[in-house]
């Protein structure tokens, strides 16, 4: 018997496959939802970013000193007053120090919640505010937040 008649033993390597074949179970998913993450955390970094400087304002801070120490709200949403997680509107500082802002704040207490509604211009670095209200969930009569 010769070498050359004797049966194969060792059977022939597959040939290798490509990148695609071998990863396409990890890449495929991988590849879609990147973009939808990115997208997504460029949104709520924007978010975060608006929200923080609404929040760090002169008017809203003064907004929500005006209503913890109005009587007359906290009879009506008990007390702490705890504001909301998301106030809307907008606030304007152009570049010679005066502004404007019109924000909405949701606020809560143990017995209710509401809104409290800023209007206010900025003139020679002081704000006075046109509106400075608190309205009810529930539908009531405006409580003003402008006088102590």
Known sequence: MT???L???VPPVPPRRGW???????????????PVLLCGGFVTTIAVVVMGSITSSEPYQHALAQARTNGELAAVIGTPITPGYFPVGSISIHSDGSG?????????GPKGSGF????????GGVWTYSRLSFRSAKPSEPIDLSTP
Do not use: E, Q
């Open 20 to 34: 695609w074949s071998r990863n396409w179970k990890w890449f495929l998913p991988l590849g879609c939802l990147l």
């Open 100 to 108: 404007d802002a019109n924000l909405t704040i949701p606020i809560s």
């Open 116 to 123: 409290i509604y800023v209007a206010a211009t900025k003139t």
């Open 3 to 5: 070498i050359s008649s």
């Open 7 to 9: 049966p194969d033993l």
